[in-house]
């Protein structure tokens, strides 16, 4: 008896530490590929994995055997997203692009036949027939069914977007459209229609489309189906079928002039859980953010000046009411429909599968984007050999764990999903997304104080802008790249807003502790990267300008005796204080993109002196990925012993970056090299971050990352605290009931909605719920509530008058259902209703 009472006595201990414990649950991460997904599902069942990381088709989870499917544990999330990236050079009249000695018309240059393309192409189908019903159609970059997007879903409605398309419609507007191109005396006798096919200068007309053939399943038959609808309106399809490294490499990275493709089968993951959608907007939409065709300078890129304008004016917090904001975001989704150069299809309902005998409880999951960082620091695995160990597995078709260089200040750094579901946990940002609501929410840095205050003025030229009204203190400080200073802002100055920030420091993982100085010298390096200050700046990059100069919203900042920092910055977000508090936090980040990477400032030092100075080994180095030089990759061998190089020259230089100056000795940027140097001699890699878990190690030729959890006594997060943080209950739309209505009587409407635990996944009826209705009609939107049924377990019911509906045209109308239980994300459904 007493035996047992010590048994139980010591487990219970044991699991007391693991929830006590800084850092993670589990103490140690591997991660490694599998290249057939199959096999990765197969593993996981058996046990030879504990998660496949990787999201699969609805398809090819339903095709599971029974037995192999009661061993999973699934995560069903409509994470994964389809568009077609297409190449509109010249994007203007004649439309024909010479390369070479010779010249191609482009029919994609036509924005009438990219426009004809969302009704030549019928997503039903592909939903239906290719995704097995495991997905939905979309329209737009926001995932359909998630809050906050149905107005955006409106844009596309109105103009008339359906599931089914319209082949004929397509057919017909494209003809037309080529034809008004034939009439053009520059294209006169040269374009012609000829049997199928259009010809120009006696050659049928082609369009080049990359096909991702390593999604064989999925994207390939996608291309191929739309391929097959291209050529019924009279273009020819060259079908490219590629791996996704040769794809990603000439639509995202190529010059368009060189005319390699015309489209390219995109799939996106989410990203994240948002409530608010504009950054959405700005990376998908947006020529600036560099994410449409073109990108480098140096390149033809695709424009879009309202777009622009719009987009940097909402990113940016430039804006006075809800209203604004909505209109604003509106109107980006309209123009954005319109120009047609990114195309979005389908969004996938993914599976993520786990095995589900070696988790004590499910993980942290992004209710919008599936499995991501916050599963690893919640995973909670069963012990082996006194050790919490969790394996996980990637799907890579080449048999390689990620693409692009592990860059932590370019903005193609990091660009691949495969790099981020291994750097995302060895980071902590200043402030994050939550995975179950999307809100803004503290994580490095918490803020106080939050205070906004703007009117309306007119410029010199009479246009109206915003002024801030917030008056910032005349000693208040702001770095300037050409004196290499901090400067008194003086007199006079004003901004948006202001927000005090407290900071959960901790150490570096090379063990040095993180302070002021290293939030100082992130921002410093971000001012000094963006502005070109002489001709000869070495210290200024054209790329990182033109990504991170619309984000530029700091203005001033104060370092508080408390070691506290107050911002002050020119950003306003009516919709959430919060959200304008998120913003005003300076970060250790030095990426201009929204990538979760950071690392110590000994190692972006080094990196600025490898592009800025040059090294012995004689490489060329930049923060691009420009075929010219090397882009610095902080786990590259080579590129690992040059930064250890110049580490080694700042130590003997006893060099202290101009930033930090006033806030760090010359004792401790020594330490600070000695420090890198050791880590960098320890673990081969300059990988040196703040977060949960540390790289431990990375084998290339086995494809094998291992990661160890911080457990040094300064980390700020106990292993118990975000699966206790994130634990909530939200609602679920189980059924929506909605007859056809006759508009002499109106009719009912019933909801079926379910209360669930997360991440648990339990369920029961919601009796307590807040459920409304939304009918879009052409002269606005009609809101319902619903009441709950007294004898109906999670009922609800809604009427809808026929005074309300009389006046309207017979046909199908959209109806979207929301529920919520508290302040929670609301649950969506859109369903069609006929009204008769």
């Known amino acids: 008896m007493r035996f047992c009472f010590l048994l139980v006595l010591g487990l219970l201990w044991g699991a007391l530490a693991y929830t006590q414990q800084n850092g993670p649950i589990v103490d140690k991460v591997y991660i490694d590929v599998r290249m057939n997904e199959g096999i990765a599902l197969m593993d996981t069942a058996n046990g030879r994995t504990d998660v496949f990381f990787t999201g699969i088709a609805g398809s090819q989870y339903k095709a599971l055997p029974a037995e192999v499917k009661a061993k999973l544990d699934i995560y069903a999330v409509p994470s994964g997203t389809w568009s077609l990236l297409i190449n509109p050079i010249p994007n203007e009249a004649p439309y024909t692009w010479t390369v070479g000695e010779k010249t191609y018309f482009n029919p994609l240059a036509l924005q009438k036949v990219r426009y004809a393309l969302n009704w030549l192409i019928n997503r039903r189908y592909i939903v239906n027939e290719i995704l097995s019903g495991a997905g939905d159609p979309m329209f737009t970059a926001l995932t359909p069914g998630q809050p906050g997007t149905y107005r955006y879903a409106m844009v596309a409605a109105k103009l008339g977007f359906s599931a089914q398309g319209n082949e004929n419609k397509a057919i017909g507007d494209i003809t037309a459209a080529i034809q008004e191109a034939a009439d053009l005396p520059q294209n006169k006798g040269k374009l012609v229609k000829s049997d199928k096919f259009w010809h120009y200068n006696n050659e049928p007309v082609t369009v080049k489309f990359l096909i991702r053939v390593d999604d064989p399943e999925g994207r390939m038959r996608e291309g191929r189906y739309i391929a097959d609808q291209i050529e019924k309106a009279g273009i020819q399809v060259e079908r490219l079928e590629w791996d996704r490294s040769k794809c990603i490499k000439i639509s995202h990275y190529g010059n368009p002039a060189d005319l390699q493709w015309h489209l390219y089968t995109e799939a996106w993951g989410a990203g994240t859980t948002r409530a608010y959608w504009d950054i959405v907007l700005a ?27 719009l987009s940097k004016k909402i990113y940016n917090g430039n804006f006075l009411t809800e209203d604004e904001y909505w209109q604003a975001n509106l109107r980006i989704t309209e123009l954005a429909l319109k120009e047609s150069v990114r195309i979005y299809i389908v969004v996938q309902q993914q599976y993520y599968a786990t095995n589900k005998d070696r988790f004590n409880s499910r993980m942290t999951y992004g209710v919008g984007d599936g499995l991501n960082n916050w599963s690893v620091i919640t995973a909670d695995v069963k012990p082996e050999n006194g050790q919490k160990v969790l394996r996980i597995t990637q799907y890579s078709a080449k048999g390689a764990l990620f693409m692009s260089a592990w860059d932590p200040v370019g903005v193609n750094g990091f660009a691949d999903t495969y790099s981020r579901a291994i750097s995302d946990p060895l980071c902590d940002m200043t402030t994050f997304e939550a995975p179950n609501s999307g809100l803004d929410t503290p994580w490095r840095s918490a803020w106080s104080n939050v205070n906004s205050k703007i009117t309306l003025d007119k410029d010199a030229q009479g246009n109206e802008i915003l002024v801030g009204q917030i008056p910032i203190p005349a000693d208040a400080i702001i770095y300037d790249s050409k004196s290499k200073t901090w400067q008194k802002v003086g007199e006079g100055k004003k901004s948006f807003s202001t927000a005090t920030y407290t900071y959960k420091f901790g150490k570096w993982h090379h063990g040095r502790p993180i302070g002021i ?44 005796p408390d070691n506290t920092i107050t911002t002050y910055f020119d950003y306003n977000f009516p919709l959430s204080p919060d959200r304008t508090g998120a913003q005003g936090a300076l970060t250790l980040r030095t990426m201009p993109v929204g990538v979760m990477v950071c690392v110590s400032w000994e190692i972006v030092e080094a990196l600025a002196k490898l592009v800025a100075e040059g090294v012995e080994s004689g ?62 001699d320890k673990h081969k890699h300059a990988f040196i971050s703040n977060g949960p878990f540390i790289l431990e190690s990375y084998d290339s030729s086995k494809n094998v990352v291992e990661l160890v959890a911080n457990r040094d006594p300064s980390y700020p997060f106990k292993s118990n605290y975000w699966p206790e943080k994130f634990k909530s209950v939200r609602t679920r739309i189980d059924n929506v009931n909605a007859p056809m209505i006759r508009k002499a009587k109106g009719g009912k409407i019933q909801i ?70 508290f302040q929670e994300a609301p649950a969506i459904e859109t369903v069609s209703l006929v009204i008769l």
Request: contains cysteine; negative net charge; proline residues 6%.
């Open 283 to 309: 990376q998908m939409y947006a020529p600036w953010y560099r994410n449409m065709p073109g990108g480098d300078p140096s390149f033809w890129n695709y424009r879009q000046e309202e777009i622009d304008r």
């Open 752 to 821: 079926v909605v379910s209360a669930v635990e997360y991440p648990a996944d339990t369920s029961k009826p919601a009796e307590t719920a807040s459920v409304r209705l939304i009918l879009s009609t052409p002269g606005g939107e009609k809101t319902y509530g619903a009441e709950k049924i007294a004898d109906k377990p999670g009922v609800y019911e809604a009427n809808i008058p026929a005074e309300d509906i009389k006046e309207l045209k017979s046909g199908s109308y959209q109806l979207l259902i929301e529920s919520q239980l």
């Open 619 to 680: 490489t060329a180095y930049s923060f691009t990925s420009d075929q010219a030089f090397t882009e610095v990759d902080i786990i590259n061998p080579k590129c690992v012993a040059d930064i250890r190089a110049k580490l080694v020259a700042m130590k003997n230089a006893k060099h202290v970056p101009d930033a930090m100056k006033p806030y760090m000795s010359v004792e401790d940027a020594v330490a600070g090299y000695d420090a890198a140097i050791a880590f960098i």
């Open 517 to 560: 100085a290293d939030v100082l010298y992130a921002t410093a390096f971000g001012v000094e990267w963006m502005n070109k200050d002489g001709e000869n700046d070495k210290y200024y990059e054209a790329n990182y300008e033109k990504v991170a100069r619309p984000q530029d919203i700091i203005r001033a900042m104060v370092v508080n």
